[in-house]
């Protein structure tokens, strides 16, 4: 009987890690990919994980086999174009995630850019891009549970404007959450990240009726329908009533604001109205984000989500936070992903290098869900202030926990009384 996923965590590192790329190759969570998919796919995984690198030289010294290491490369290399085995191990690995995925889980989409400086011999290398900073682009989605500090990740999809079929980066995003929305049957909800998922995705990503989703849209002009009258959703947003209000605490890196890292006060109130795309009939909702600061003054931003019954404080606040931290997740996951050096790939061939991110994703996936070795350790935002030796931009009393309490309501009845001041034009970055 094959080993139960469950049943991994017993073994020594080395036979779980065997464990598990034979529960991905065998028949349990998707097709059987024989013997020799099998060792390929645990080599893979164990040099990936040794070498902290998908360099296929660095890969094949790390698997310190007794033959010459020009073999073991050149067996890599050969196994690795194989679109078969891409297909098979990406849908053995996101029905695997898919299995945890719940109604309320966060489905966490975002891109980032494998970069070759001046490389020209790829395959389907982008054509503007081939003699300055050339880059492949790849999506992943995420899976994290609301107030969870870690995640699962369950697709890499990678692309170039040169791959065959190649219609827009809009419709391959799209692709990936189709393609994850059919594994989790339709479980889950999708947060599209604001910072590299741009307007004209998440337009192809709202149209489509049956995706719920959530998105801080950063193109103000973009265009809705309230009512029977279309306004833009920067006009929206100040018309919106926020009468939901909570003081949170932003982490912001040093530098930003002064030497060391500062603890800065906002508070947040936000509102909803209902709304729908111009041309649909779908009815979706607008949530008007504003916040507050001695600091940085006031700033709004629009949400746009297919929830619609937010009738409370709990179902809007609950949305802003659950989205403001999904910063958290991609930063731990980018950060530990940069680990692997993924711009590192020596590959010439499209089929290689997309195999070569589904098993650096494979890698991760091990190390979150088998090992549980990332976990968030200090989050961006939060409700009450961070602790230790940093800079703030509120008084925080130190003698009793009492004390520190009546400051932060303070402050909070503070904020609220100076809402009523004009709001800048800026995008407040969360």
């Not at 339709?186 to 049956?210: H, K």
């Not at 190390?367 to 008084?395: A, C, F, N, V, W």
Request: proline share 3%.
């Amino acid at each position: 009987m094959q080993p139960a996923f469950s049943d991994i965590q017993s073994h020594d590192n080395r036979t779980q890690i065997d464990e598990f790329a034979k529960v991905l190759c065998s028949q349990v969570p998707g097709s059987n990919l024989g013997r020799v998919s099998y060792k390929f796919v645990c080599n893979m995984l164990t040099g990936i994980r040794r070498t902290k690198s998908v360099n296929l030289t660095s890969v094949a010294r790390g698997l310190n086999e007794k033959i010459r290491l020009h073999a073991t490369h050149k067996r890599l290399s050969r196994n690795l174009d194989d679109p078969k085995l891409t297909k098979n191990l990406s849908l053995s690995l996101l029905k695997m995630g898919a299995k945890n995925v719940s109604l309320k889980t966060r489905l966490i989409v975002h891109t980032y850019e494998l970069h070759k400086k001046y490389a020209c011999k790829i395959e389907y290398l982008p054509k503007s891009l081939v003699d300055s900073e050339s880059a492949f682009k790849v999506c992943e989605i995420l899976a994290s549970d609301t107030d969870s500090n870690t995640y699962t990740p369950l697709l890499a999809r990678v692309w170039s404007d040169r791959v065959p079929n190649y219609e827009s980066d809009a419709q391959e995003i799209k692709n990936a959450i189709m393609q994850v929305q059919t594994a989790t049957s339709g479980r889950g909800m999708f947060f599209l990240d604001d910072e590299t998922v741009d307007t004209g995705s998440i337009r192809a990503i709202v149209s489509e009726p049956s995706l719920d989703f959530i998105a801080l849209v950063r193109d103000r002009s973009f265009k809705a329908v309230h009512g029977t009258e279309m306004h833009s959703l920067g006009e929206l947003s100040e018309k919106v009533e926020t009468k939901y209000g909570k003081m949170m605490f932003k982490l912001v890196p040093e530098g930003l604001v002064g030497n060391s890292k500062t603890d800065m006060d906002l508070f947040m109130h936000a509102g909803s109205i209902p709304i729908r795309l111009p041309q649909f009939s779908r009815r979706l909702s607008l949530i008007a984000l504003k916040s507050s600061s001695r600091l940085t003054g006031e700033a709004s931003s629009p949400l746009l989500t297919s929830q619609i019954k937010l009738r409370s404080r709990k179902a809007v606040m609950g949305l802003v936070e659950s989205y403001l931290s999904i910063k958290d997740i991609i930063s731990l996951h980018s950060a530990f992903r940069e680990t692997f050096d993924p711009s590192g790939f020596r590959v010439l061939t499209y089929n290689r290098l997309q195999l070569l991110i589904t098993l650096l994703q494979t890698v991760i996936h091990y190390e979150t869900s088998i090992e549980g070795s990332l976990s968030i350790s200090e989050k961006k935002m939060s409700t009450k202030p961070h602790d230790g030796e940093i800079q703030r931009t509120y008084y925080r009393p130190e003698l009793s926990s009492q004390a520190s309490q009546i400051d932060v309501e303070s402050a909070s009845t503070t904020l609220e009384r100076d809402r009523q001041s004009a709001f800048c034009d800026t995008h407040v970055q969360y």
